[in-house]
């Protein structure tokens, strides 16, 4: 693949999945520093956070089908984990 493909565009594209995973670990990490913070839940949606659960493992379902690479999918679980405890956090969840 890299013998076949314009190193130009090779290059750009290797950049660019660095960053993108750069940004992606930097917004869960903001996420979660976030919610680790929120003392009040008023004018939270705990149906909006349900749903963006449910849209979460959609897209790491779909994902996990077309054989992506293992960093995309363990970013993906990691969404569904952090959102995930979102939910036990707005509810008052204790296991």
Known sequence: MILET??????????VSC???IFEMLAI???ISFWKNVESHK???LKTLNY?????IVIFLYL???DTNKMI????FIEI???IWKIFKTNKIQL
């Open 43 to 45: 004018g939270l949606s």
């Open 6 to 15: 314009d190193p130009i565009l090779f290059i750009v594209t290797m950049i």
């Open 52 to 56: 963006s659960l449910f849209i979460s």
């Open 81 to 83: 984990i952090v959102n």
């Open 29 to 31: 990490k903001n996420d």
């Open 73 to 76: 999918l363990v970013t993906s």
């Open 64 to 66: 996990l089908d077309n």
């Open 19 to 21: 960053l993108h995973s």
